[in-house]
């Protein structure tokens, strides 16, 4: 019989979601979300380290230190940063990370400058209707067509510039947050701080609990995935396991939901580990966990950023569900919930192969099988011999 899993204090999760939502985080400006979050790993008791930009790379020991696994949560978000200052005193602004201007027009926002903070409104260039009224609905959507007005006497360039504004300034967006007595979530933001909450609430369920983890996990706390490196210079362990913990797109054309947790198959980089991934999708049906399989078709990942850095790892893909990605997103603490559960599960369950460790990988002999050999080679199709394709037994000619 299977042991019976911790179960994450939900409200533990939702409040630290709710406080690292109130931290401004955009790739590059990440500095008090990376206090925040080494801040809970102190008061849980599980160490870490800080790389020098800020990566997080902690430690849950367990019984066996090789191989070991990691699990990854990225805590930068997109925003902005300041690109022109307008001949009118408004700022033309740069996306950070991909996403697009649609959901940046009628934000609240923060300018970050040199000295102090500047409040604002990302707007499109034509913003009143009284004055344009039609126009209004035929500007296209792009980053050239919105501006940043300042709460700010300004009107002009030299204006803007004596409040201390320079281009390269940051732009954080307002979370906007609002949780629903019926479960759901709304906020800006929510990838990945509500994976990052739901890391930090399993972490707890499990050293709650008592248990000990069969095998060392390292949960890591990135901070470029939004810009594409996120994981790649983070692993410097035995990693053989490597899960990351992202946002999973609930709208058509997908599996995902906002009542279960998702399992991906494939992204951008191309499928995820056979083997790891079948391990989750065991998990979650052993210990009854709602859960999708899905692939995502415009996604990138802190997993593929550490393979594509050359780590010789396992990857996988767990993500919450969630409607209206990079933009004013929604998921249900369902979903959480479920994330949250399937990796307290994974942190409790063996490694996907022992044979992983480094001492043991120089025969074939415990190497891995998708599928038994006999059955993959079978195959009904008529095909001619090799040999007379290749011509070997006939005979050659007399010059």
């Known amino acids: 019989m299977l042991a019976k899993l911790p179960e994450p204090d939900l409200n533990y999760l939702q409040r630290v979601l709710l406080e690292m939502l ?14 925040y979050v080494a801040e809970r790993l102190t008061e849980l008791g599980i160490p870490f380290e800080l790389t020098r930009r800020g990566t997080i790379r902690a430690t849950l020991k367990g019984r066996r230190y090789s191989p070991d696994r990691a699990i990854s949560a990225h805590l930068d978000t997109i925003g902005a940063l300041v690109r022109e200052i307008h001949d009118n005193g408004r700022l033309g602004l740069a996306p950070v990370g991909c996403w697009s201007s649609r959901f940046a027009e009628g934000s609240r926002v923060s300018v970050f400058t040199d000295s102090g903070v500047i409040r604002g409104s990302v707007l499109p260039l034509l913003a009143s209707g009284h004055a344009f009224n039609t126009a209004v609905d035929e500007m296209p959507v792009s980053w050239d067509h919105v501006e940043l007005r300042l709460d700010a006497f300004t009107s002009s360039r030299q204006e803007t510039s004596a409040l201390g504004i320079n281009v390269g300034d940051f732009v954080a967006f307002d979370p906007q947050p609002e949780f629903t007595e019926n479960g759901y979530i709304s906020a800006r933001h929510l990838d990945d701080k509500a994976g990052v909450a739901a890391v930090l609430a399993a972490l707890k369920a499990v050293l709650d609990s008592g248990l000990e ?13 939004e810009t594409g490196s996120g994981a790649a210079a983070a692993l410097p362990w035995d990693v053989s396991e490597f899960v990351g913990i992202d946002i999973a797109p609930a709208a058509k054309g997908q599996q995902s ?3 279960a947790v998702s399992i991906a198959v494939q992204d951008s980089g191309g499928p995820y580990d056979y083997h790891l991934t079948r391990h989750l999708l065991k998990l979650a049906s052993q210990h009854d966990i709602s859960a999708r399989r899905d692939l995502f078709r415009y996604y990138h990942s802190d997993a593929q950023s550490a393979v594509t850095a050359g780590h010789d790892i396992r990857t996988a893909l767990l993500a919450f569900g969630c409607d209206a990605t990079h933009g004013y997103e929604r998921t249900h603490i369902d979903s959480l919930a479920a994330l949250s559960r399937l990796l307290c599960a994974y942190l409790l369950s063996p490694p996907v192969f022992a044979s992983d460790a480094h001492a043991e990988r120089s025969s074939l002999e415990r190497f891995s099988h998708q599928i038994e050999h006999e059955a993959q080679m079978e195959n009904d199709t008529r095909v001619p011999p090799v040999d007379t394709l290749l011509g070997i037994n006939r005979k050659r000619p007399k010059p």
């Open 22 to 35: 109130a931290i401004p985080s955009p790739t590059g400006f990440t500095d008090t979300i990376v206090r």
């Open 213 to 225: 983890p069969p095998i060392d996990c390292h949960p890591l706390f990135t901070i470029t995935e």
């Open 257 to 259: 939901s906002e009542h």
